[in-house]
């Protein structure tokens, strides 16, 4: 059995992290995680600014509501369905600049149910920030007690990190699907190196899909593995049998980054994220140079039909624009999340014990 400092910490089975995946829903997900030991989340980006960028579609996936009542929402529901398991679950929050307001709304409601409910002070373990500086939460977060983890691109990201006092650190790697960082570094050259930078514990994200990637991250010094593309590929996801079928359907040289919509972002290589990808060479080719370009208004439209595409026109899935990891090209199958997590666990106990048998001489 693989146990390591993340089980420990958060009180997990498993070393595994379900990402958060905004703007779409995984409380579904994060409810089968929970439950099959590893740590489920909540994805908020489309409870907070998502509400004004995409209202339809925010309404058909969480309901009507503020903000604060989404989420309030959300942690309760999952606390119930994850009673009988006594699951362990977390909450993602984008906390960019630009939506400091609806980091502070989502992180207010987590913190006022974990103040005012004892259960869910109990399994709401952690809340994982990304896509901007953590440094103005620390007070807050640290003062409530709850774990606090943050999703870092960069050597210089997790220093910033563990200066503002996370528990431990996210390396998400630009292999990764939906949105990566302006420089690209990929999980081989960034986990070892934020491993060697920082005294926290490190979690590896960006191409993790099975035991062989979670043996090789533990040998990078990770203490568990962050799992997005993966889990879109499972029965209990919240995500759209298409976009289930197009990630099992892709191969090694299906994924692409275009302008997302709060930065760059991996897509599976559908024929309209072909045209994102390109209207984003046309008008903002700096991107691809690593410089912060901001939005470009007629790409954010594009960006918006494409993803209104995948509930609208499920059946044409070329004209969607659909997140998604070069890890894709390794996903075959559309498994439980039980059996996902059984398996992942079981075939990397197996390639540890036969290591030393195998290479030591
Ligand atoms: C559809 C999709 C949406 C995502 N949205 C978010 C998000 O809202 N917040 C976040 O921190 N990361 C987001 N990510 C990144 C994931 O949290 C995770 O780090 C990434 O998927 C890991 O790489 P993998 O896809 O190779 O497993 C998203 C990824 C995908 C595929």
Not at 48 to 56: D, M
Not at 247 to 257: E, Q, T
Request: hydrophobic share 45%.
């Amino acid at each position: 059995m693989i146990k390591t400092e993340l089980c420990d910490m958060l009180g997990i089975k498993y070393p595994i992290i379900q990402a958060g995946m905004g703007p779409f829903s995984t409380n579904d997900l994060c409810v089968a995680a929970a439950n099959a030991g590893c740590l489920g989340n909540i994805s908020t980006f489309g409870m907070g600014i998502g509400q004004l960028a995409w209202p339809s579609l925010i309404e058909s996936l969480f309901g009507k509501g503020t903000t604060e009542e989404l989420v309030r929402q959300s942690i309760q529901r999952i606390k119930e369905l994850t009673r009988e398991s006594q699951g362990i679950f977390g909450i993602n929050c984008l906390v960019a600049q630009e939506i400091f307001d609806y980091a502070e709304k989502i992180i207010g409601a987590t913190l006022k149910e974990i103040k005012s409910d004892p259960e869910v002070a109990e399994r709401l373990r952690v809340i994982i920030t990304s896509a901007g500086n953590p440094a103005p939460w620390t007070e807050r977060i640290k003062e409530s007690g709850v774990k606090w983890f943050h999703v870092v691109p960069s050597v210089y990201h997790a220093q910033k990190a563990e200066k503002a006092g996370v528990d431990l650190v996210i390396a998400s790697g630009h292999e990764g699907g939906g949105h990566i960082a302006w420089n690209p570094v990929h999980t081989m050259v960034l986990l070892p190196e934020i491993v060697k930078s920082v005294k926290v514990p490190v979690i590896g994200a960006g191409g993790f899909c099975d035991g062989a990637s979670l043996a090789a991250a533990l040998s990078l010094g990770a203490v568990g593995v962050q799992m997005g593309t993966r889990f879109i590929a499972t029965k209990e996801s919240d995500f759209v049998q298409m976009w289930k079928d197009q990630v099992i359907k892709a191969g090694d040289r299906d994924s692409l980054v275009v302008r997302g919509l709060a930065g760059p972002a991996r897509a599976l290589k559908t024929k309209f994220a072909l045209e994102v990808a390109d209207a984003t060479i046309k008008k903002i080719p700096r991107i691809y140079l690593g410089e912060d370009v901001g939005i470009d208004n007629e790409i954010a439209a594009m960006e918006s039909e494409g993803l209104s595409r995948i509930y609208d026109a499920p059946d044409k899935p070329e004209d969607s624009l659909l997140f998604g990891g070069e890890v894709s090209g390794r996903i075959s199958s559309i498994p439980t999340v039980k059996e996902l997590i059984e398996e992942v666990m079981s075939e990397a106990g197996e390639i540890i014990r036969n290591l030393p048998e195998k290479f030591l001489v």
